[in-house]
């Protein structure tokens, strides 16, 4: 159905005389039948079809259904949160072991204020550990 903006929009006089097709459609301010043409309703079918493409290659189907289901929005959320948590702590610990072997290798390599420093920091660490 053809939604005109106006019925006496639709209803002047030679807006539509030089169409060939024309249909009658009902318009949804004044539920009258007015005159449209049948390129302007294929217009708008073309629309509607093109956006309704649009919203299938989204999945949007798919993200209404996902958005509707709060106890696996929440389950999603939790576990993406821990499993968060779990990396950041596995990378930081990694990262700093790879540190603390690279500053035992520069202290042991004899560097002179570098060594030192490196040699410092490794034995703050080491007490600490204990």
Same mark, same amino acid.
């Given at each position: 159905?053809?939604?005109?903006?106006?019925?006496?929009?639709?209803?002047?006089k030679?807006?539509?005389e030089n169409?060939?097709?024309?249909?009658?459609?009902e318009?949804?301010?004044?539920r009258k039948?007015?005159?449209?043409?049948?390129?302007?309703?294929?217009?708008l079918q073309?629309?509607?079809?093109?956006f309704?493409? #649009?919203l %299938?290659?989204?999945?949007?189907?798919?993200?209404?259904?996902?958005?509707?289901? %709060?106890?696996?929005?929440f389950r999603?959320?939790?576990?993406?949160?821990l499993?968060?948590?779990?990396?950041t702590?596995?990378?930081? #610990?990694?990262?700093?072991?790879?540190?603390?072997?690279?500053?035992?290798?520069?202290?042991?390599?004899?560097?002179?204020?570098?060594?030192d420093?490196?040699?410092?920091i490794?034995?703050?660490? %080491?007490?600490?550990?204990?």
């Open positions: 159905m053809h939604i005109c903006a106006d019925a006496t929009d639709m209803n002047r030679g807006k539509f169409r060939k097709t024309v249909l009658k459609t318009c949804r301010r004044n039948l007015v005159n449209c043409p049948a390129a302007e309703v294929s217009k073309r629309t509607i079809n093109s309704a493409y #649009t %299938e290659k989204a999945h949007f189907l798919d993200y209404v259904q996902y958005a509707s289901n %709060e106890k696996r929005i999603r959320a939790f576990l993406t949160g499993l968060r948590g779990f990396g702590a596995v990378g930081v #610990t990694v990262l700093g072991a790879v540190m603390v072997y690279l500053f035992q290798a520069l202290a042991k390599s004899n560097l002179p204020y570098i060594a420093f490196i040699s410092d490794i034995d703050i660490i %080491e007490k600490a550990r204990k």
